[in-house]
């Protein structure tokens, strides 16, 4: 079965300190993996996608993501964080069979002190 | 592009009465539309899948016959929650998967914030 584990429900970095956001994901197969950013009382924006092309994903505002299949990770990160980039993000990986089902981590909360 | 929407954004309804909310996809055509249930400070969880034209795939656990959805055209998909209790008050989003798209790319609605009194 496909899972996905973000490791630390909270991460708290200093405004202009690297980002890292961990997940790990369980799969069988070849993954498609996401990353999404919820902001308060909304839905959920997509950062990037790996789909089986390049192994190092860039997404929007700044946020990137590398595949790593030896250690199936797909970790984000960004090299300056913002105070704009304090939200929730959740890792997910699509189901193999014809659903399209995505399976979420259970996220993580990025704080960015000033 | 890409674009979802969901109303209201917003509804408080009485113990006991029904709530519709409507997921629409603005500029394409969405082949699956998945509903989601998210408490506070906890992940989203899949209610069910809707197809458009057929019935709806319920994840186990979901009552069916209180959480009636239906996808009758290709932007559009509802979700009624029927007899509502308090405990069914959740923020309830709605995602999207284009046709024609091969990529598992799925489209979020802004969700909708339901309190049940």
């Known amino acids: 079965a496909q899972s996905v584990t973000q490791l630390g429900s909270h991460v708290s970095v200093s405004e202009g300190a690297l980002v890292l956001l961990r997940c790990n994901y369980s799969s069988s197969v070849p993954p498609y993996l996401f990353w999404y950013v919820q902001y308060p009382n909304q839905g959920l924006q997509l950062l990037l996608k790996y789909t089986s092309a390049a192994t190092l994903v860039k997404g929007i505002n700044g946020f990137e993501a590398e595949f790593k299949k030896s250690e199936t990770s797909f970790h984000l990160t960004k090299p300056s964080a913002h105070m704009s980039d304090a939200a929730e993000y959740f890792c997910a990986v699509s189901r193999v069979d014809s659903s399209y089902k995505l399976i979420f981590g259970s996220g993580t909360r990025l704080l960015v002190r000033p | 592009g890409a674009v979802v929407s969901q109303h209201p954004s917003r509804v408080i309804c009485k113990s006991g009465t029904s709530v519709k909310i409507e997921c629409r996809s603005l500029?394409?055509?969405?082949?699956?539309m998945f509903w989601y249930r998210q408490f506070p400070k906890q992940s989203l969880m899949l209610m069910a899948t809707?197809?458009?034209?057929?019935?709806?795939?319920?994840e186990q656990g979901v009552e069916k016959d209180k959480f009636l959805i239906n996808h009758a055209s290709l932007t559009l998909s509802t979700l009624t929650v029927t007899s509502a209790h308090p405990e069914d008050s959740s923020f309830y989003i709605c995602?999207?998967?284009?046709?024609?798209?091969?990529?598992?790319?799925?489209?979020f609605g802004p969700g909708t914030r339901l309190t049940v009194t």
């Open positions: 500029d394409f055509q969405a082949t699956t």
């Open positions: 995602s999207a998967r284009p046709r024609d798209r091969g990529n598992h790319e799925q489209y």
């Open positions: 809707s197809n458009e034209g057929s019935k709806a795939t319920y």
